[in-house]
């Protein structure tokens, strides 16, 4: 996930280019592609957790069978007819510190177990996606305009 906006940011530091060494900058606006590359993929996943509730998700009631609270909430479900769900309910999913053990919530979860459950309330961060990648292209374009036109200024040498 980091290896993609890493690159962005290095090749232009490490690329083979006319440019002397100790003369070599980077231009700023190539950080922001770094950043947004790690929203995307983070956000992302969440986004295609969400996408694949929509396509194949089942809304069923469940059962908490356990609650941990130790670091993040996460809940082990069971729907009413004894059907594990898996993987287990995180706390932005709807896994709430007043969530107990034998509590009924009404949840949305994949079938085949790919995608997390949720509770029918997350939104997909479409508009948070769009931003994020338009800015590492805006951002990245113009980083790398910058870039060229220092490295011309080396054309003879």
Not at 30 to 51: E, M, Q, Y
Not at 67 to 88: F, K, M, Q, W
């Amino acid at each position: 996930m980091l290896l993609l906006p890493l690159a962005s940011l290095l090749v232009p530091v490490l690329l083979l280019r006319r440019v002397p060494r100790k003369k070599r900058k980077v231009a700023w606006q190539l950080i922001v592609p770094l950043f947004a590359g790690v929203a995307l993929g983070i956000f992302g996943s969440a986004a295609g957790d969400t996408a694949a509730l929509a396509d194949r998700g089942v809304s069923a009631d469940a059962v908490v069978v356990s609650a941990d609270y130790s670091s993040t909430n996460h809940c082990e479900l069971r729907t009413v007819d004894g059907r594990d769900i898996s993987p287990s309910l995180a706390e932005s999913d709807g896994c709430l510190d007043s969530t107990t053990k034998g509590a009924e919530l009404r949840v949305r979860y994949d079938p085949e177990g790919v995608a997390s459950p949720d509770d029918g309330h997350t939104s997909s961060n479409g508009v948070l996606l769009a931003t994020l990648f338009g800015a590492a292209v805006v951002m990245g374009t113009w980083g790398g305009v910058r870039q060229s036109k220092w490295d011309r200024a080396y054309g003879g040498a």
